[in-house]
């Protein structure tokens, strides 16, 4: 799991990439330096040099993370479509739904749920406050707010500020840091 991570957060690599080749902004001397030693390091950690026994199937996921990132940043930080950030967040949420729907349909994921009460923070609860809580406060409030900060900050920063809160504080959340 810590090669995916490593792997997805060379989004942040990706949006400097993208900013300089697409819309001409030239990465300055320390966003390209800190970007060659993210670089360096992964090289280092992956052991690319060495006999390694890396997963193909994982890299692959891993890189098609980190161009999940990439877009998220770069479509979060467009505030020429007027769209509000909820919007958008409820755009890609949906689109992600959909995309589980679909594969749970197909039989290529396990779909199942049940109902019961749970364990949640020490007492038993009805399985609703777990899923509000996870639907409300870790995504929608995060996304929204991971939006409207890209749009202040701009593609490239708001890509390395969400890495570092993302990756060095929190290594097992299943999507991009909002």
């Given at each position: 799991m810590g090669v995916a991570l490593l792997l997805e957060y060379l989004g942040t690599v990706l949006v400097v990439g993208w900013m300089w080749l697409r819309h001409g902004q030239r990465p300055h001397?320390?966003?390209a330096i800190g970007s060659a030693i993210a670089l360096g390091g992964l090289?280092?950690?992956?052991?690319?040099f060495g006999d390694n026994h890396l997963?193909?199937?994982?890299?692959?996921w891993g890189l098609g993370a980190a161009i999940g990132l990439a877009v998220f940043f770069v479509m979060s930080a467009r505030d020429d479509n007027n769209l509000p950030p909820i919007t958008v967040?409820?755009?890609g949420m949906a689109v992600g739904a959909a995309a589980l729907l679909a594969l749970g349909a197909v039989g290529a994921l396990p779909m199942h749920a049940?109902?019961?009460t749970v364990e949640f923070a020490g007492h038993r609860t009805s399985w609703l406050v777990p899923v509000l809580g996870l639907s409300l406060v870790a995504a929608a409030f995060s996304y929204v707010a991971g939006i409207s900060a890209a749009r202040r900050l701009g593609a490239r920063l708001s890509s390395f500020v969400g890495a570092d809160r993302g990756g060095l504080r929190g290594a097992s959340r299943l999507g991009p840091a909002g």
């Open positions: 001397r320390l966003t090289a280092l950690i992956l052991d690319v997963d193909p199937v994982g890299v692959l967040a409820g755009g049940t109902f019961g």
